[in-house]
């Protein structure tokens, strides 16, 4: 855990140095905030951050990959990666290092739109549930969506086509259920239960299910295991 510890900490100071981080988090929370201020300035509006989230989820789709395309995708361009590889150090322990620090990145930017809450409690009256339940969704969601990011930049060497392979994936997984409602049977079933947007419709609404939980979890395991696998096959090319 030392190795994943000192890449974290290497990864995070270098997303808090450089311009791109600071650029990409500001998009989102004037997005986020434009959003915001519709939804509680709307004609008998309710104290509620559920329309809110469910815009910060869509934006995070493209937020993500953005944020990881370069972890593994720049050190393939720059040639740094096989002497990362060659180092004392197991492929695991790169992609979860730099997962943790776009993990703690997506954080410190969703942290900030606790802003937009606080002004909730001072003009009204919200229920707290909901907000943590919402809140709890957002970072699970983010979560995977970051292992989806980082998984698209360990299959290319080119930033740019990291951060459409991630994206075209999130749309899917995200919006998949659109097709659920088309079809029917076990395909219908089989459709809403990998869809993101499915999972992450009852934590806005305040219920904590520990189904999605575990289906979060669960989709961000699976892809950094790919991610790993995905770097280990370049010791063979």
């Known amino acids: 855990m ?11 100071k270098a997303y808090f ?14 997005l986020t905030g434009i959003f ?17 989230v469910s815009w ?11 944020l990881t395309m370069r ?13 990362l590889l060659t180092a004392p150090v197991r ?5 979860l290092g730099k997962y943790i620090a776009s993990f703690i990145t997506l954080l410190a930017t969703i942290s900030f739109t606790l802003y937009y809450v606080a002004l909730l409690y001072v003009f009204g009256d919200p229920d707290t549930g909901p907000v943590l339940s919402a809140y709890l969704g957002l970072v699970l969601y983010g979560a995977a969506a970051l292992a989806i990011g980082i998984m698209a930049s360990s299959l290319s060497g080119n930033q740019i ?4 392979v991630g994206i075209g994936i999130l749309l899917t997984l995200s919006f998949i259920d659109r097709i659920a409602a088309i079809v029917q049977g076990l395909a219908s079933d089989v459709l809403t239960g990998i869809s993101m947007n499915a999972h992450f419709t009852d934590f806005s609404r305040g219920v904590l299910d520990t189904s999605h939980i575990i289906y979060y979890l669960s989709m961000t395991a699976v892809f950094i295991f790919i ?10 090319r």
């Open 161 to 164: 086509v990291a951060a459409v």
């Open 17 to 30: 140095s450089t311009p791109p981080a600071y650029i990409v988090g500001a998009m989102f929370l004037v």
């Open 227 to 236: 991610a790993v696998r995905s770097l280990e096959t370049r010791r063979w």
């Open 91 to 95: 492929d695991w322990e790169v992609v």
């Open 56 to 66: 910060a989820s869509l934006f995070i789709m493209f937020l993500a990959p953005l």
């Open 2 to 12: 030392k190795n994943t510890a000192t890449i974290a900490w290497k990864e995070t």
């Open 36 to 52: 915001f201020v519709f939804d509680v300035t709307r004609p008998f509006a309710e104290a509620s951050i559920r329309n809110f």
């Open 71 to 83: 972890l593994l995708a720049e050190e393939q361009k720059l040639g740094t990666l096989e002497l």
